[in-house]
Nanobody, 121 residues
Framework: QVQLVESGGDLVQLGGSLSLSCAAS????????MSWHRQAPGKERELIAA????????KYADSVKGRFTISRDNAKNTVYLRMNSLKPEDTAVYYC??????????????WGLGTQVTVSS
């Protein structure tokens, strides 16, 4: 069974930075584009970033463009999300998943537990 384990969430202040990691296992990581999603309280889960299989393409939601950077290390089966200039509206549980391409927003696998990011003002 596919495993996706997110980590790195924390409580940070407005304008702060944070790096998230997602360790993937039990599938051929390099065969899949990967994505980060988030779900804020009372809201639907949304796709915020996706990266192609080799890391050469990336796509971002307008809400995080210019502040967040997605990257991956296929040797470590890990996808990362670097978050800068954090805002209170970035507060959410963050999840990773696989998608067919960096332009696709349909997650392929069951969700992991996610990691909580809280931004205080």
């Amino acid at each position: 069974q596919v495993q996706l384990v997110e980590s790195g969430g924390d409580l940070v202040q407005l304008g702060g930075s944070l790096s998230l990691s997602c360790a993937a296992s039990r599938f051929i990581f390099s065969d899949y584009a990967m994505s980060w999603h988030r779900q804020a309280p009372g809201k639907e889960r949304e796709l915020i970033a996706a990266i192609g299989r080799t890391g050469d393409t990336a796509k971002y939601a307008d809400s995080v463009k210019g502040r967040f950077t997605i990257s991956r290390d296929n040797a470590k089966n890990t996808v990362y999300l670097r978050m800068n200039s954090l805002k209170p509206e970035d507060t959410a549980v963050y999840y990773c998943n696989a998608v067919r391409t960096a332009n696709d927003d349909s997650p392929l696998f069951s969700w992991g537990l996610g990691t909580q990011v809280t931004v205080s003002s």
